[in-house]
């Protein structure tokens, strides 16, 4: 195998930390959180404790001031293992840095911290009943008012963290007639008047992860949570736009990790499950298909480490994350189905590890834009489609 040069021994070293807290914190309980549908609200606390929350995010703000490998370091040990009920990608490489690239001064200092404790736990809402991949078409609205206030309305769906969520980055219309140049985002905190969180949602798979509805009735927020300040009113659309990139890519980062562990889990299993007296191994249909996914996800590898590279450098390009994230989410979902196949009936039972990888990873393809819009990205970038 190519060996990946991306990471320091500091790198590796915070690797072994965070997968001891995995193994202590996480490991013995996800199966019970995915009965119950979300994680104990304890385990965000204890990885605030030991820094594994915002580690990207200045010291002045309660974080580490790392660079953004020690959190690629926690996405793959996250899906490599399986814990796909674990939020804390979203809340530190997706919320937190809405706040830090855009938020006011006041809004850095007031939340940042308290993401990067854990005492707050954060979620960003895009997706309602009627727009997902089309942020264009969201219909909350948040009207200013006399007083300075936004009074917000609407409902979100398909909401990561939601259940948990102390602080939604809500992305509403504040100009609803001007269209996606009408768009802002809104810091709405729990125990706001009007602010109710839904019933947690059941899903196919990550389910642990408490994915939930949120409603907005005439939730009124204050001039001071609306994200930026009033330089950046009816701007939001933009700011969305500008972090795609790094969030589609986190996408094509868990993908592979998750296909890595994968075949490997599927080659320690065909070596020991005999079939007609000799080891699945042993057939060359066993062979050559573990041969063609471990090329295959080698070149996933290489490709979505040069990304990183690129987005180390702040030259990471749109089309070319849509590329990462659908050709890797495509990958990994194939990467599953063969595996499974090759486990024969035990790979249908819940109690294996490549069956939950299986549920969990069909949504990889509709989360963060789905691989239809990530072509349309793509030709659109080569000059072909839709104006």
Request: glycine letters at 10%; one cysteine or more; a negative charge.
């Amino acid at each position: 195998m190519i060996e990946r040069t991306l990471f320091t021994p500091d790198h590796e070293t915070f690797r072994d930390s965070f997968r001891r807290f995995l193994d202590k914190e996480v490991a013995p309980f996800h199966a019970d959180w995915e009965e119950q549908g979300f994680v104990d609200r304890a385990v965000w606390n204890k990885a605030g404790e030991n820094g594994f929350l915002c580690a990207t995010m200045p010291e002045a703000y309660g974080g580490s001031e790392a660079d953004k490998l020690y959190s690629v370091v926690q996405m793959e040990e996250l899906n490599r293992a399986g814990f796909t009920g674990i939020g804390f990608s979203l809340h530190s490489e997706i919320v937190a840095p809405y706040l830090l690239h855009y938020g006011t001064e006041d809004q850095k200092t007031r939340y940042l911290p308290k993401l990067a404790s854990g005492e707050m736990i954060g979620a960003i809402a895009m997706s309602e009943p009627a727009a997902g991949s089309d942020l264009q078409g969201i219909k909350a609205t948040a009207i200013q008012q006399a007083n300075g206030s936004y009074l917000l309305n609407g409902s979100k769906t398909f909401i990561t963290n939601g259940w948990h969520a102390d602080l939604v980055v809500v992305v509403a219309k504040t100009n609803p007639g001007a269209g996606a140049k009408g768009t802002s985002l809104l810091l709405v905190e729990r125990g706001m008047a009007g602010f109710s969180v839904g019933k947690r949602l059941k899903k196919l798979g990550l389910k642990a992860q408490d994915t939930s509805e949120l409603f907005f009735d005439n939730v009124s927020v204050p001039a001071a949570n609306l994200l930026g300040g009033p330089a950046h009113e009816n701007k939001g659309f933009i700011c969305l736009m500008e972090q795609l990139p790094w969030e589609r890519l986190q996408i094509a980062i868990g993908a592979v990790a998750a296909a890595e562990a994968a075949i490997g889990w599927t080659v320690d299993y065909v070596k020991e499950r005999t079939v007609f007296g000799q080891p699945v191994a042993s057939f060359q249909n066993t062979r050559f298909k573990l041969a063609e996914l471990q090329t295959e996800v080698q070149v996933a590898r290489v490709f979505v480490d040069k990304c990183t590279e690129l987005v180390l450098n702040n030259t990471l390009d749109t089309a070319t994350a849509s590329m990462a994230k659908y050709w890797c989410s495509d990958l990994q979902c194939k990467v599953m189905d063969e595996c499974v196949q090759l486990f024969g009936g035990y790979g249908y039972m819940w109690e294996y590890p490549i069956t939950r990888a299986y549920a969990d990873a069909r949504v990889q393809r509709i989360y963060g834009g789905t691989n239809e819009i990530m072509k349309e990205v793509i030709t659109r970038a080569m000059g072909l489609g839709a104006k």
